[in-house]
């Protein structure tokens, strides 16, 4: 039973640099969500999807982009890499209407440099 | 001021103590509110959610809300070393998806 996965755990960039954070779900769940948490900032939204083909921004999209051809995958596109993305990134799921309970993947740590 | 604020802590207590968490909130406009536990280098994982005001409760853990304060609270009673971790609030409009969450308060309870 494996919930959300999300690889890599770990990824040193350098400035300028692209890469896609991969984020795939077992539950058959409709919505999905990646977010970024920064030390003492919380969980800040980035993109959501409630459904494949559909996408939608949240709180801080600048600087991603995500696509949503199925229903157990949503990737998250860095495309030029900058210091301000630093982060810890969580994908999450939840099923249709109750996005109360999130079910989230354990993280990618993300580092520009 | 941010939507929603959270004592980051860090909050030190022995085993088998009360232990009150907050969150204070500025939106009159949320009316579900979540409590998520964060383990060291793992994801959030939802431990309580309520709706509007009163409490609830489950097991050890309380879940109170305040509306007409703006405020919510997290109690989890005789605390356990398997209980240290970040906890978050969470909070939501009745309409609309997103989550806005605190910034979390670090626990650590020492046998």
């Known amino acids: 039973n494996a919930g959300v996965t999300q690889t890599p755990k770990f990824r040193i960039l350098k400035i300028g640099q692209s890469m896609t954070l991969q984020c795939t779900q077992d539950m058959n769940h409709n919505y999905m969500y990646w977010y970024r948490q920064d030390p003492g900032m919380g969980l800040k939204l980035i993109y959501y999807?409630?459904?494949?083909?559909?996408?939608d921004k949240g709180e801080v999209p600048n600087g991603y982009n995500v696509s949503r051809s199925t229903t157990e995958d949503f990737p998250l596109r860095l495309e030029l890499a900058a210091p301000s993305q630093t982060s810890v990134y969580f994908c999450a799921s939840s099923k249709e209407g109750t996005n109360e309970k999130l079910f989230f993947g354990s993280g990618t740590q993300l580092s520009v440099l | 001021q941010k939507e929603v604020e959270q004592d980051p802590g860090p909050l030190s207590v022995p085993e088998g103590a009360i232990v009150s968490l907050n969150c204070t909130y500025s939106?009159?406009?949320?009316?579900?509110f979540m409590w998520y536990r964060q383990y060291s280098r793992k994801g959030p994982e939802l431990l309580m959610y309520t709706y509007s005001s009163g409490n609830k409760e489950d097991g050890r853990f309380t879940a109170q809300v305040d509306k007409s304060s703006k405020y919510i609270s997290l109690f989890i009673r005789d605390s356990q070393p398997s209980d240290s971790a970040t906890y978050l609030c969470?909070?939501?409009?009745?309409?609309?998806?997103?989550?806005?969450f605190g910034s979390g308060t670090q626990l650590t309870v020492l046998p």
């Open positions: 999807s409630v459904g494949a083909g559909i996408t």
């Open positions: 969470a909070m939501r409009p009745g309409s609309a998806r997103q989550l806005t």
């Open positions: 939106n009159s406009a949320f009316q579900y």
